[in-house]
């Protein structure tokens, strides 16, 4: 399913824990229902994103993977 | 998440107590509390950091500047998160004494603290993690 992102957020070469950081700092921004689309290259990104998104409550709609891109889509609670 | 205590039924929100005790020396083992500690936060964890032994030298001011490993963001950069988010810095006092450590040399927010302090945050804490 393609989702139309309110935020697109470029973690790529960021290494841990930073794109976790600048995740929660953009979807603070956000109102609840919007859509950020992060995009990392950390390996660790996909499991972190995913305990992230547990623990939080914010929903991780979806996952792709692009080469070294990983990719979520990530909707405000 | 905030989760029900179990005791009078408030709620209690989470909050991790992370031990530092290394220092320049060893700049991974200096590095990944911070790593733990802004996670923590992004997490919605209160987090309060506590300095002993040769961990105090991370909290001199010229010395914060200048540790850093491979792989992991400078430590500056991870206090700078750490503090936006309103962590706490608490030091060890006889352990900045015995190292000759000026009180004006530390960071700004630390907070020179007894071990009655830390015992303190210790137990209130759901988690604490030494390094």
Request: aromatic share 6%; charged share 25%; glycine share 8%.
């Amino acid at each position: 399913m393609a989702y139309e992102p309110n935020e697109v957020l470029d973690c790529s070469g960021m290494s841990c824990p930073m794109p976790i950081l600048k995740t929660k700092k953009a979807v603070d921004k956000l109102e609840p229902g919007q859509i950020l689309k992060m995009i990392a290259t950390d390996p660790g990104s996909k499991p972190d994103m995913e305990a992230w998104s547990k623990k939080t409550g914010h929903k991780l709609l979806e996952y792709q993977q692009d080469g070294d891109k990983h990719i979520f889509f990530i909707e405000k609670v | 998440m905030p989760k029900t205590g179990s005791k009078r039924g408030e709620i209690m929100a989470e909050k991790l107590v992370i031990l530092v005790t290394h220092g320049p020396e060893d700049p991974e083992m200096a590095t990944i509390p911070f790593v733990m500690a802004t996670a923590a936060q992004a997490s919605s964890v209160e987090v309060v950091m506590a300095f002993q032994s040769d961990g105090v030298w991370l909290m001199m001011k010229e010395m914060v500047g200048r540790v850093h490993t491979a792989d992991f963001p400078p430590i500056q950069e991870l206090l700078s998160a750490y503090m936006e988010e309103g962590g706490k810095l608490y030091i060890c006092g006889p352990c900045v004494k015995s190292r000759k450590i000026a009180l004006e040399d530390l960071v700004e927010g630390s907070l020179i603290v007894s071990a009655a302090t830390l015992i303190g945050e210790i137990t209130s804490a759901t988690s604490t993690l030494v390094y």
